[in-house]
């Protein structure tokens, strides 16, 4: 199962003390606007989002139909067969991306442990 880039989203007390602490790791901030307080860091392959007052867990984040370099792929699983392959392996989704429509949609689970996970496609 494909699920494309993978990054974690981070719940953040102050974006720029996080933004300032990830950036001593390499990371630079390629997206997302500090204004409406969340930033997309990326050091090489590895990308983080730093969200600050936007939910209150970390968030494991996979996007079908992207790259590490948020480019899009081609041939990727559209997130409505992955949604539809893990309801089949009895995966309780606690919101469904809808299998009428195309292009961006998302879905979410928790993990065994509570842990949020977002499957989020963009394209």
């Known amino acids: 199962m494909e699920l494309g880039a993978f990054s974690i989203s981070l719940a953040v007390k102050d974006l720029e003390a996080s933004r300032?602490?990830?950036a001593k790791f390499g990371f630079?901030?390629?997206g997302g606007d500090?204004?409406?307080n969340w930033?997309?860091?990326?050091?090489?392959?590895?990308n983080i989002g730093l969200f600050q007052g936007?939910?209150?867990k970390n968030?494991?984040?996979f996007n079908p139909g992207w790259n590490q370099q948020a480019e899009t792929v081609d041939g990727f699983t559209d997130i409505r067969e992955l949604q539809r392959r893990l309801k089949a392996e009895g995966v309780e989704?606690?919101?469904e991306a809808?299998?009428?429509?195309?292009g961006p949609a998302s879905f979410a689970v928790l993990d065994p442990d509570g842990n949020p996970v977002l499957v989020d496609q963009h394209v």
């Open 20 to 22: 300032a602490f990830y």
């Open 28 to 30: 630079e901030v390629v």
């Open 34 to 36: 500090a204004s409406q």
């Open 39 to 46: 930033l997309i860091m990326r050091n090489g392959d590895h």
């Open 54 to 56: 936007m939910f209150e």
């Open 59 to 61: 968030i494991l984040t």
């Open 93 to 95: 989704l606690t919101t």
């Open 98 to 102: 809808d299998e009428s429509t195309t």
